[in-house]
């Protein structure tokens, strides 16, 4: 008869079809039957936190949640850095562990409920006669919540047998959150006013925009008011029309283009939450800007929000474009039928003196420009700004970046462009966090089997997930590329407390060969000390996956090249 484990392992392989992790005591009956009895497949990680970062990043490259598992007591404390980040980041996920039996702790056995709930993941325990419905549940609370969550398989329960597994309902999952009631569409009519009377409108969208699918709907709504765009770094490519869009905003967009968003008289927020880094710690809009938000929080996330709508981004766009481009509609926009956006010249002109709209009155282009940086920094390493030019270059259009925490970040999101959201993930950085580079490859090559995957990664998160470099080979092979910032040193922290004048020995490294580590894991490592050394990585993109090996740049940059967002940092802090 099938056992607790074969339960929760048949339920969850009808919803789940990734699993990562590390086998252990408290999961081995678990992953038995996982193996024997599901079409689930299971990924194998060298570390624990790589079985939650590696399902992290499976659902932000595919949308679809995975599962990690590892066993109880120390596996399951691995894991506590890799949930924090997934809560903070908002990423469903399953973790599958074993637990103490229901007897009481063992000495080896720590209050892991406790634990959890100290990161925010809710804990969901299964029983003998409730394996699957609690599975169940477990998946419905991870999607409707948006949040990571743990399922716990006591020690003693484990392999006790339950009878024939039951049928059970498929998770619910809520429906959008169209917006409602008196007041909000009050403030929607005040948003669409706004924007119809703005000269200088502008629109900002992130990731809760992407997860809405909101990208047509913004796209229109960029359209029907001749407005800017830009996004947040994890929103990149979500508006349609590139030629009108300014990048990144906050630390990694360019000057000329923050610039421009300054001059913004409306900014309309869709699905971003606006934190420190993407306000530019509050100097993103300039102090007439009226600004807007259009969230599925309770409330606005930020002091300088003038007006909020609570609804789904998608949603809410499209109503905000019927009620521009409609001559009737509810709130009395234009009283004229013949009146619209465009008889203002924002987008064409009935009539009336035209006025060209302010996105066509921009170079964009330029104004997104970064600074090329030189072949050689003063101190005769190698500089990250050409070294990130060149890089983007050379790499496979279809490609998945994927990026570890640190001083480093600021180049891959700066120079290296992706087609979506879901091809720029920074795991670790909601958490500020390094650490979880190495494993995030192993969730994107499963998500996407068809990209390039590419890891973009410091020396200090490097060494720290070493034992995933392996796993990353393993399931990348050719289709993977890692580039190692090597500026021997944790620069994050020499450029802004060296800065302050505090002893910089405990922030230094020494500098390692990850060339060679690449060697003992069957890749391919590269030091790359010129532009010339890239010479690899052209000959690489340019061969079939199947026939080349995971390659490894080990990028010796100099270290007093400060990023742009770091310059802020220390502006802040100093």
Known sequence: MPSVSAHVARTLAEHIDAVFGVMGNGNAYFLDALERETAASFTAVRHEQGAVVAADAHYRASGQIAAGTTTYGAGFTNTLTALAEAVQARVPLVLVVGDEPTSGPRPWDVDQIALASAVGARTYTVGRADAAATTIIAIEHALTYRLPVVLAIPYDVAALEAGPVPGAPAPRVPSALAPGGEFAEGMLEEIAGALHDAERPFLLAGRGA??????????????????????????????PATEYDLGVTGGFGADAAMSLVRKADVAVVFGASLNQFTMR??????????????????????????????????????????????????????????????????????????????????????????????????????????????????????RVVVSDGGHFIGWANMYWPVASPDRMMMIGTAFQAIGQGWPSVVGAALARPESTIVLTSGDGGGLMAIADLESAVRAAGGRGCAVIWNDAAYGAEVHLYGLKGLAEEPMLIPEVDFAAFAAAVGAEGVVVRTLDDLARLETWAAQPAAERPFLLLDLRISPIVIAPYQQEVIRVNS
């Not at 909101?214 to 765009?229: K, Q, R, Y």
């Open 210 to 239: 992407w997860l809405a699918g909101a990208g047509e709907a913004l796209g229109a709504l960029a359209d029907a008011t001749g407005a800017l765009t830009a996004s947040t770094a994890l929103g990149r490519g979500v508006f």
């Open 281 to 398: 710690f509050g100097e993103l809009f300039a102090p007439g800007t009226r600004v807007f938000q259009v969230d599925v929080a309770p409330a606005a996330t930020h002091a300088h929000v003038g007006g909020f709508v609570r609804g789904d981004a998608r949603i809410v766009a499209g109503m905000l474009v019927e009620r521009i481009a409609s001559p009737h509609n509810s709130g009395g926009l234009r009283r004229n039928p013949h009146e619209s956006i465009a008889a203002e010249g924002r987008v064409g002109s009935f009539s009336g003196v035209m006025r060209r709209p302010w996105r066509e009155s921009v170079d964009v282009a330029a104004a997104r420009a970064y600074d090329t940086g030189d072949a050689l920094a003063v101190d005769g390493r190698l500089d990250p700004r050409s070294a990130a030019r060149r890089i983007a270059e050379l790499l496979p259009e279809d």
